[in-house]
């Protein structure tokens, strides 16, 4: 079992900044690929970016591409999500989970945090 935890979401200005946490309960955080995803009201549960188990590799939704960065420190069960130049388009609920397979797709993911709010206005 492995228990997910986000913050750091808020309301931001267009252009500024975020850094998104999650926490992860458990011994087992380095055994996931995390990933990242939004969902704006009325819209379906996007990607946004994944990590894999390392660290050592990632990948982003073409939206984030240059503007967000995603970083994991296994020592502390914790990733994230740096996301910069923030657009109100970015507005959503984001929500990290963890997966031992290394997908874009929302349903291959086995466990999911509650989300935190993000609102960009402009």
């Known amino acids: 079992q492995v228990q997910l935890v986000e913050s750091g979401g808020g309301l931001v200005q267009a252009g500024g900044s975020l850094r998104l946490s999650c926490a992860a309960s458990?011994?087992?955080?380095?055994?996931?690929?995390m990933g990242w995803f939004r969902q704006a009201p009325g819209k379906e549960r996007d990607f946004v970016a994944v990590?894999?188990?390392?660290?050592?590799?990632?990948d982003y939704a073409n939206s984030g591409k240059g503007r967000f960065a995603v970083s994991r420190d296994n020592a502390k069960n914790t990733v994230y999500l740096q996301m910069n130049s923030l657009k109100p388009e970015d507005t959503a609920i984001y929500y990290c989970a963890a997966g031992r397979l290394w997908s874009r797709g929302p349903y291959e993911y086995d466990y999911w945090g509650q989300g935190t709010q993000v609102t960009v206005s402009s």
């Open positions: 458990g011994r087992t955080f380095s055994s996931y690929n």
């Open positions: 990590i894999n188990r390392s660290g050592g590799v990632t």
